[in-house]
Structure formats: C-alpha cells, structure tokens
C-alpha cells in the first residue's frame, strides 16, 4: 500500500508518529493490535454516531448478509432507505444512493453542471468535498476567485473551473458571483465546516449565500456527508434553517458500512438517468448490507430524546477541556455544535481556514501523544474533528478530561 495505508491521515504524517493498528472496537472504545485499549473520538471519522458494534446495527446486516451481500439490482431496503432520509430533509423529493461521500459531491457538481447549462462551480477555502478532481483545488495566491490543482494529476483546464471564496465571507462569494456572471452553476459548502477543525457559520451567513444563489441563478449545494444526522435527524440545514437545492450525504447514513448520497428538488433529480440524461452508476449503490446498517441506525437515532443525550455529553466535555486548558494556562479555543468539537491552540477565535491555519501544531502534536499515551484516541490532524458518540459515557468524558489535564502540565508553552 503506498505509504502503508489506505488513506492519508491514518499514516499519523501530521503528528509525526507511527500509526496503531486497530483489531476491534465496541461501544466507544477500541483495541489496538498489541491489546492496548482507546476511549474513540474519531468514531470512523463520523460514521458511528452509535459507536462500535452497536448490537442492532449488527444484528441488521448479519440478517441481511445472509439472504445475500449484493444484487445490483432493486431492494425493497433502498426504498425504504430512501423514505426516511426524504422524511428527515425537508429539501429532499428524491434520493440517488451512492458509496462515498466523494460519489455523492461528484453526482451534485454533475447536476449542476446540467441543470444550469453552466461551466463554473463555487466553494470555499477550507471545505473538503472529497478527492474528485474538480473539488480538488485551492485558493490561488491574491485572490479568492482563482484557484490552482491542490495537487499533481488534477488537470489545470479542471480546477480552473472551480473558484474558491473565503468561508464566512459574504463579500468573497458576491465577488466571484460579480466576476463570472451567469457563469456559475452553484455553489457547494459545507453548512458547518468540519475539514479544517469545525467552524460554525456566523450569523446570516448561509441565509445571505442562499440569497446571492437565487439572485445568480445558480444552485446551492450543501455537503452534508458529516453534518447530515450527526447535529439533529434532518442536519444542519434543518438548524440554520436554509433550504439548499441539492444535499449529500454520507457517514451515519451507512451506521458503519459504506453508503452515501445525494438528493434534492425534484425537477434537479429527475435529471439522473435513467429518468434523465445524465448518467450515474454504482454497482454496489445501495447494497444490502449498507441499507440494513443505516436502517438500524436511523431507526435509532430518530427518537427526540437522542440527541439531547448526546448534547449532555458534548457539553460536559468541551466545558471539562476549557477548564483544564485554563488551569494550565494553555491556550486553546474550541469550536462545538452539538456532538462535532474541534480544538485550536490558540487564543484567538477560529471563523475561516486562515484562522484555523494559524493555531500552534506543535501543541497539537504533543497534546496528541500525551492523549494517547493516556488511552485517548483522537484524530491524528489539526484539521478534523472530534465525534462523540451515544456510546461515549459519563465516565469515559470524566477520563478524557482527567487525561487533559495531565496532558496539558506538560506542555512546554512559551
């Protein structure tokens, strides 16, 4: 495998440490291969809202594993997958299952493209909307509204059709819009930004870029592949209250299983073939054993009270880090909606990727490996989150914040 892992953060490059090696996890904790065990915040990097081996999502796909792993052909499962996530989003008609995250952006940038009659697509410095090509871009030097491969292989004739404005700026997107008039066929964000560190949108802020959408003719697209099910049963959308043309989907929608998607108005999604022209695959879409796990979990986390469970937790533990980080006269910020948490080591306030950038990453470093050291695993990058699950008790909240504190009076801070 290059770099000896399937995907880059598992390599520990951002902290300068080998990876560990996982051989099982269950509720909120997992166990490495030399058996030493880990409270979890990276939870699958979201997926597993309910944490490890939750017994119904288990159950569910060893019950659908047996009448048949794949098909490639219609369920009655994705229908009813289909129903509740349309009964959860309020602006979703009509569902395209998918089996990334990645795929589900790809389908929304395509539609788009098609719906519009238009070659330019928006988005924001900092989001990460998967590794297709034309996503694959950032902010070119001196201004927001050019942009350059973020890295070899993605073609210059691609990513110049992708334009990049400031997160949280209102001003930086009415400029591109201004500058590529009836050019740009949406604009894609992720309402909460969860890519480099969580970063909540201020005030307005998505209601404006609703607005400028409207006024430009082009489609709102939010990448919800994190935020969707993870902030209450209908995603951030349904907190900010802005209703955007196309959503996707990921993460929780598998309870651990790959699965995503992408859904929206209804006259936008019937372009998708074979209602449509425009043509999208998936062989494995919507496959049994990703159906039968997101059932079992939405099944679950549907109930009202669930979330206020999971809230409880949340605030227990960004109060217990603050606290801790004060008493050792350790700066650190923490941005945090609902079960979503990031922490910055710095004293300013962390409202776009610039901000985020300049937090101190050699106290990330260290407060990683004391963590560690201290049973806790966290995400190995200063760019992603913390997620806590159902499974996360009072007590393991209690030990995260005990092993902080410890962490945080060793901490060389000048």
Partial sequence: MPGGVNSPVRAFGSVDRQPIFIAKGNGSKICDIDGNEYIDYVCSWGALILGHSHPAVVKAVQAAAKKGTSFGAPTIAETALCEMICGAFDSIDKLRLVSSGTEAVMTAVRLAHAFTGRDYILK???CYHGHS????????????QFSKPLCPGVPKSLSSLTLVADFNDIDSAARAFKKYKKKIAGCIIEPVAANMGVVLPKPGYLRS????CDENKALLVFDEVITGFRLCFGGAQKIFKVRPDLTCLGKIIGGGVPCAAVGGREDIMNMLAPAGAVYQAGTLSGNPLATAAAIATLNIIKDKRF???LEEKSQMLHTGLLDA???ASVPLTINRIGSLLSYFFTKKQVGNFDDAKSANAKLFKAFFAGMLKNGIYLAPSPFEAMF????H?????????????????RLEYP
């Avoid at 870029?209 to 400028?212: G, M, Q």
């Avoid at 008790?393 to 009076?409: E, G, L, R, W």
């Fill in 325 to 327: 980080a004060k008493k």
């Fill in 307 to 309: 979330y206020a469970g």
């Fill in 393 to 409: 008790s009072k007590k393991d909240i209690a030990k995260t914040v005990f092993a902080a504190q410890n962490t945080f009076k």
């Fill in 209 to 212: 870029l609703r607005k400028l």
């Fill in 388 to 391: 806590i699950s159902a499974a």
């Fill in 133 to 144: 090509d034309s996503m694959l871009v950032s902010a070119g030097s001196g201004s927001a």
């Fill in 124 to 126: 924001m410095s900092g």
